[in-house]
Nanobody, 125 residues
Framework: EVQLQASGGGLVQAGGSLRLSCVAS????????ITWFRQVPGKEREGVAL????????EYADSVKGRFTVSSDNAKNTVYLQTNSLKPEDTAVYYC??????????????????WGRGTQVTVSS
């Protein structure tokens, strides 16, 4: 059974940082891409970042480029999202997901079929 667990969220002031973790189990980690999405109540889930476990390729939403970094630790089956220079508009529930999407469609929720529980990130101004 594929399981994903996101953690590391919290309350931080604008300009601060958080490191989110996504621990995966139940599947061959190296065969999948892992993504981070975020969602604000009343809005659609938004793709934030992706990392391909096969070749380490990464993708980012324009809104987080230069501030967020996605990385993985094979030995721990864990993907991280380092979030720096946080802004109030980054406030959301952050989710990780696993899948084998068409890369050009990675920001589409339908491209991912294994989702973990989210972790709340709140950035105060």
């Amino acid at each position: 059974e594929v399981q994903l667990q996101a953690s590391g969220g919290g309350l931080v002031q604008a300009g601060g940082s958080l490191r989110l973790s996504c621990v995966a189990s139940g599947f061959t980690f190296d065969d999948y891409a892992i993504t981070w999405f975020r969602q604000v109540p009343g809005k659609e889930r938004e793709g934030v970042a992706l990392i391909s476990r096969r070749d380490g390729a990464t993708e980012y939403a324009d809104s987080v480029k230069g501030r967020f970094t996605v990385s993985s630790d094979n030995a721990k089956n864990t993907v991280y999202l380092q979030t720096n220079s946080l802004k109030p508009e980054d406030t959301a529930v952050y989710y990780c997901a696993a899948g084998r999407p068409i890369f050009s469609r990675w920001t589409e929720v339908e491209s991912w079929n294994n989702w973990g529980r989210g972790t709340q990130v709140t950035v105060s101004s």
